[in-house]
Every structure is written in C-alpha cells, then in structure tokens.
C-alpha cells in the first residue's frame, strides 16, 4: 500500500485549500483513514478521521467546524478541506490508512503512511 499526499502549500490566515491523498496497490474501502500533523517541535497529531464506509467521520476539536474530510472509493482518494485557516494550522500534513472499520485517533493505529505535505498559513 502507498499513500500520495498532495495539495499543501502557502495560504493567508483565512484562506481555503484541499489536501487530496490517494492509494495504490491495496483494496481502499478496506481501509478507515486519518490526516494528522506534525509542526516543528510538536508531536504528530490526530486531525480528522473517516471510516471504511464514509459514513462516519470525527475531528479534532482544533480544527471542529472549519475542516472536512472526506473519500472517495471509486477514486481511491481521501479529501481534506480546510477553511477558515490560521496561523496555527502550519505543520507538515500527513495521510494515513488503517485496515479495519473505525476511526482511530493514535498514529500508532495506522498501518501506513504517505510522505506528508507542507501547510503554511501567513498571519
């Protein structure tokens, strides 16, 4: 299983983008998914998180409101909107896949990883 993150870049605090991450050679729906993220000198941290079927999703209360995660089977894709956007939200921004049904919220449930994006919000 591979992950590709893509999407990051500079935003001015307020500002919008979408961060995609897609999955090649495993079976997708199989898979619950995570975005986390990681500035310098922090910890890696739990953002959103979607279930094998979409249905279900949970956030981070950092980021409650303002960002949406979402996935797409048929494209082997897992979305990540984020508005409203703050200085606070810089970090390098992970994808991750985790083989079973729920979200989980501790890196250490994944199974796999992609190689990360850079988010950077100018005040």
């Known amino acids: 299983v591979q992950l590709q993150a893509s999407g990051g870049g500079l935003v001015q605090a307020g500002g919008s983008l979408r961060l995609s991450c897609a999955m090649s050679?495993?079976?997708?729906?199989?898979?619950?998914l995570g975005w986390f993220r990681q500035a310098p000198g922090k910890e890696r941290e739990f953002v959103a998180g979607?279930?094998?079927?979409?249905?279900?999703?949970f956030y981070a209360d950092s980021v409650k409101g303002r960002f949406t995660i979402s996935r797409d089977n048929a494209e082997n894709t897992v979305y990540l909107q984020m508005n409203s956007l703050k200085p606070d939200d810089t970090a390098v921004y992970y994808c991750?896949?985790?083989?079973?049904?729920?979200?989980?919220?501790?890196?250490?449930?994944?199974?796999?990883w992609g190689q990360g994006t850079q988010v950077t919000v100018s005040s």
């Open positions: 991750a896949a985790r083989f079973g049904f729920s979200i989980a919220t501790m890196p250490r449930s994944y199974d796999y």
């Open positions: 979607i279930d094998r079927s979409g249905g279900s999703t």
């Open positions: 050679e495993g079976t997708f729906s199989m898979y619950s």
